[in-house]
């Protein structure tokens, strides 16, 4: 199946294949304080460019999109609750956005996105359930994730493994450590698209990272627009 999307986007397009795109969503507190606006108003505008991004995956025909939502290091956070009641808000509306089902779009959670509050956990649920068949587009959201604690857990899968006689130790590979990752079907990204004024990749999908092109826009997220994602986009292309 990505094949397919390779060959279309060679033979419609004339350039390289794009795979796989990787946007953070870095940025918002700072530009918020920075603004001297609310973080409940930042947040809404924050998922509705979310939800802007979202969109342009068919419309530019990218088989994987992966946005780093939601970090580890956020749930305790003293406003993490404000931020919570609009990602249940974005997670609900988002069984009804139009373009995820005409588009066939499967969506994916990485991270320990279970152990998020409970009343999150459910339209989590939902819109996993209800995209389960879909195969055209894959949307993949990172809730409550950290690129280390990816390895790391994959380390624990292997481990069990051996512990188990399934698996030998002399028989690990780099294949074997992608394939207990969070993003184990998926190829690794071709682009990062690092938001927020700091050079720092913020441990996005870190095992899949290495020959990723890392851009960094020096835009805090709630003033990054589709057209700084297409415009990433396209020069990835040329």
């Known amino acids: 199946m990505l094949e397919k999307f390779r060959r279309i986007l060679v033979r419609e397009r004339g350039t390289k294949p794009l795979m796989h795109v990787a946007v953070t969503m870095n940025g918002i507190k700072p530009w918020s304080n920075k603004k001297s606006i609310s973080l409940e108003e930042t947040y809404q505008k924050s998922f509705e460019i979310l939800n802007e991004i979202i969109t342009s995956q068919s419309e530019k025909n990218i088989p994987i999109l992966t946005i780093y939502v939601v970090s580890e290091t956020q749930i305790g956070d003293d406003q993490f609750p404000v931020f919570l009641n609009e990602l249940i808000r974005f997670f609900e509306s988002l069984s009804s956005l139009e373009v995820i089902h005409s588009s066939k779009t499967k969506i994916s959670i990485l991270g320990k996105w279970y152990d998020m509050p409970g009343r999150a956990v459910d339209p989590i649920k939902k819109v996993i359930e209800e995209t389960k068949d879909y195969d055209n587009f894959f949307l ?43 993003s184990s079907y998926f190829v690794p990204p071709d682009v990062i698209i690092k938001n927020g004024k700091l050079k720092r ?27 700084d994602f297409l415009k990433a986009v396209e020069s990835h292309r040329k």
Do not use: M
Request: charged fraction near 35%.
């Open 140 to 182: 993949n959201l990172c809730i409550n994730y950290d690129g280390q604690e990816e390895i790391v857990d994959a380390c624990k899968l292997i481990a069990r493994q051996i512990k188990a006689e399934r698996l030998d130790i002399d028989s690990i590979t780099k294949k074997t450590i992608k394939e207990n990752t969070y």
């Open 201 to 227: 990749t913020a441990g996005t999908l870190l095992w899949d990272s290495t020959d990723a092109e890392l851009i960094f826009t020096d835009k805090d997220w709630p003033e990054f627009t589709k057209h």
